[in-house]
Nanobody, 121 residues
């Protein structure tokens, strides 16, 4: 099967930076779309940023200009560089990936376990 493991969360003061990483492993033929979502207590899980294999990206309006998503296709890893962090960025951050386990299979979306990001004011 496929596993996604996030790292890089933590506690940071407002205006600071963090870099999240998410590595996919297991039975992987190809990965098209990878993304980051976040969920604050009492809220739904919302898209933060996504990147497809060709490099095109899409961001939530609330993070444009502050966050940057990138990926290392050779290592099946996606990154989220978060700058100018605000208290409202506090949430559990989840990565996901649309994975084909073989050439003839449909892509399946897998999720990581989440990593906590806390921004203090």
């Amino acid at each position: 099967q496929v596993q996604l493991v996030e790292s890089g969360g933590g506690l940071v003061q407002a205006g600071g930076s963090l870099r999240l990483s998410c590595a996919a492993s297991g039975s992987i033929f190809s990965i098209n779309r990878m993304g980051w979502y976040r969920q604050a207590p009492g809220n739904q899980r919302d898209m933060v940023a996504v990147i497809i294999s060709g490099g095109n990206t899409n961001y939530a309006d609330s993070v444009k200009g502050r966050f940057t998503i990138s990926r290392d296709n050779a290592k099946n890893t996606v990154f989220l560089q978060m700058n100018s962090l605000k208290p409202e960025d506090t949430a559990v951050y989840y990565c996901n990936a649309d994975v084909q386990v073989r050439a003839t299979a449909w892509a399946t979306r897998y999720w990581g376990q989440g990593t906590q990001v806390t921004v203090s004011s």
